[in-house]
């Protein structure tokens, strides 16, 4: 996409300019009324940050660019990703400054991610920011993990995750071996379905070694990637095959399995924002009809069904975003609660409220809901996508049960009224 003055706003620096990302607050960005229960609150920083990248979303990535580049072949804009994160800061708010991050954290990478969810916006976002990155980040120090991060960090190389990525994070789950010891290894195996894959310039793969988990870097062009036909065209998968393929070992061991369950609590925390980003504008646009669409001489939002139906959306987007963001907080900060805990009681949340959301909207547009034409046709299968994404609403559901109640124990009968 072409450059020019008019698509910089004064929240949105040229190049050059100081990045749209927090200035360290003058503020602690948790306020606590009782120091024992903090609260959480977005700071001005962070609602600074929000503006900016609205504007942004809204001249770059409106209905018409998502359309135009779904249809081209690598499905994104590389000169805006680059963009996004050279003048924006936007890829790595949640990188530590020494390592070449904002150091902002993953509550400022949630509002991100939200915006961006909001419009649809087009690009390996789930590869690089919500799986790669936090993957590098929580690996140990090493070549391979400082030769990448960087470049991932300002846009000028993008990245997809190889691994089990419609579960859970188990670790017996992954399909690709790794064999040969040292810092470089061969792979075997293929995944089916890929996020961002077909736009990746380099693959992490989360492999199976002899000593247990193994993190491998392999150049794209050395695996065999298939493109493959998807429900959300704003998002591509593709099939990737590394039989034969060496890679760099980032991390092995101990090592690998930490940093591959903090990209999986991170791709939660950042899809579990995103879904709430589609269902709020669903919400929006959806409100906007309703107040416009006339039936018998009347806007529709003036019918009790249809007011109600409004209401039960915005209860569950309030609802979706509170749990998002606590397991932002959480994960940045794990004293204040059980990051996984969180994690999974966002999923399930979001998954559910983002699809409910999306068809509530297909209904409540009528026949032109239904058209492909109508944007809830795209954001309606972004959202059915997402839900599929690292677990489905049930899954998590699942882990909640085990972390809470499995936990209590041989616990005595909760008394009932008998009377």
Same mark, same amino acid.
């Given at each position: 996409?072409?450059?020019?003055?008019? %698509?910089?706003?004064?929240?949105?620096?040229?190049? /050059?300019? $100081?990045?749209?990302?927090?200035?360290?607050?003058?503020?602690?960005?948790?306020?606590?009324?009782?120091?024992?229960?903090?609260? @959480? %609150?977005?700071?001005?920083?962070?609602?600074?940050?929000?503006?900016?990248?609205?504007?942004?979303?809204?001249?770059?990535?409106?209905?018409?660019?998502?359309?135009?580049?779904?249809?081209?072949?690598?499905?994104?804009?590389?000169?805006?990703?680059?963009?996004?994160?050279?003048?924006?800061?936007?890829?790595?708010?949640?990188?530590?400054?020494?390592?070449?991050?904002?150091?902002? /954290?993953?509550?400022?990478?949630?509002?991100?991610?939200?915006?961006?969810?909001?419009?649809? @916006?087009?690009?390996?976002?789930?590869?690089?920011?919500?799986?790669?990155?936090?993957?590098?980040?929580?690996?140990?120090?090493?070549?391979?993990? #400082?030769?990448?991060?960087?470049?991932?960090?300002?846009?000028?190389?993008?990245?997809?995750?190889?691994?089990?990525?419609?579960?859970?994070? #188990?670790?017996?789950?992954?399909?690709?071996?790794?064999?040969?010891? /040292?810092?470089?290894?061969?792979?075997?195996?293929?995944?089916?379905?890929?996020?961002?894959?077909?736009?990746?310039?380099?693959?992490?793969?989360?492999?199976?070694?002899? #000593?247990?988990?193994?993190?491998?870097?392999?150049?794209?062009?050395?695996?065999?990637?298939?493109?493959? /036909?998807?429900?959300?065209?704003?998002?591509?998968?593709?099939?990737?095959?590394?039989?034969?393929?060496?890679?760099?070992?980032?991390?092995?061991?101990?090592?690998?399995?930490?940093?591959?369950?903090?990209?999986?609590?991170?791709?939660?925390?950042?899809?579990?924002?995103?879904?709430?980003?589609?269902?709020?504008?669903?919400?929006?646009?959806?409100?906007?009809?309703?107040?416009?669409?006339?039936?018998?001489?009347?806007?529709?939002?003036? @019918?009790?069904?249809?007011?109600?139906?409004?209401?039960?959306?915005?209860?569950?987007? $309030?609802?979706?975003?509170?749990?998002?963001?606590?397991?932002?907080?959480?994960?940045?900060?794990?004293?204040?609660?059980?990051?996984?805990?969180?994690?999974?009681?966002?999923?399930?949340?979001?998954?559910?409220?983002?699809?409910?959301?999306?068809?509530?909207?297909?209904?409540?547009?009528?026949?032109?809901?239904?058209?492909?034409?109508?944007?809830?046709?795209?954001?309606?299968?972004?959202?059915?996508?997402?839900?599929?994404?690292?677990?489905?609403? $049930?899954?998590?559901?699942?882990?909640?049960?085990?972390?809470?109640?499995?936990?209590?124990?041989?616990?005595?009968?909760?008394?009932?009224?008998?009377?």
């Amino acid at each position: 996409m072409a450059e020019n003055d008019d %698509d910089k706003t004064p929240s949105v620096p040229a190049s /050059g300019d $100081e990045p749209v990302r927090p200035a360290v607050p003058e503020e602690p960005t948790v306020q606590a009324t009782v120091p024992s229960t903090p609260e @959480f %609150d977005f700071s001005a920083e962070q609602n600074e940050l929000r503006t900016g990248l609205r504007r942004f979303v809204e001249r770059q990535s409106d209905e018409a660019t998502v359309r135009r580049l779904i249809e081209t072949d690598l499905g994104y804009d590389r000169a805006l990703w680059g963009r996004l994160g050279s003048e924006l800061g936007a890829l790595a708010l949640a990188v530590p400054e020494d390592l070449g991050g904002a150091g902002a /954290g993953l509550v400022d990478q949630a509002i991100a991610a939200e915006e961006l969810g909001a419009a649809l @916006f087009c690009g390996p976002l789930l590869g690089t920011v919500g799986l790669a990155i936090p993957a590098l980040v929580a690996a140990p120090a090493g070549p391979v993990r #400082d030769e990448l991060l960087p470049a991932l960090a300002e846009g000028t190389r993008t990245a997809a995750f190889v691994g089990a990525l419609f579960a859970p994070y #188990d670790p017996s789950a992954t399909t690709i071996a790794s064999s040969g010891a /040292g810092e470089r290894t061969t792979l075997s195996g293929t995944v089916e379905q890929v996020p961002d894959a077909g736009a990746a310039d380099v693959l992490l793969v989360a492999a199976s070694g002899p #000593d247990g988990p193994v993190l491998v870097a392999v150049e794209s062009a050395d695996a065999r990637i298939t493109v493959r /036909g998807s429900l959300d065209l704003t998002r591509r998968h593709a099939r990737v095959d590394l039989d034969g393929a060496q890679g760099r070992v980032v991390a092995s061991g101990a090592g690998a399995d930490r940093a591959i369950r903090h990209a999986y609590a991170v791709a939660g925390v950042l899809l579990a924002a995103e879904q709430v980003g589609i269902a709020q504008h669903l919400l929006d646009i959806t409100v906007a009809y309703a107040k416009e669409r006339l039936q018998f001489g009347r806007p529709i939002g003036s @019918f009790q069904a249809v007011k109600h139906r409004c209401a039960d959306m915005l209860v569950a987007v $309030e609802h979706a975003r509170s749990t998002a963001y606590h397991a932002a907080w959480a994960v940045q900060d794990p004293s204040l609660d059980d990051p996984e805990l969180a994690v999974a009681i966002a999923q399930s949340t979001c998954s559910e409220a983002c699809y409910r959301i999306a068809a509530d909207a297909i209904q409540m547009h009528g026949g032109i809901g239904f058209t492909w034409e109508h944007q809830a046709h795209l954001y309606y299968k972004r959202a059915i996508a997402d839900a599929a994404l690292l677990g489905s609403a $049930e899954a998590y559901r699942e882990v909640v049960s085990s972390r809470v109640l499995d936990a209590l124990g041989d616990v005595r009968a909760p008394v009932v009224a008998t009377g």
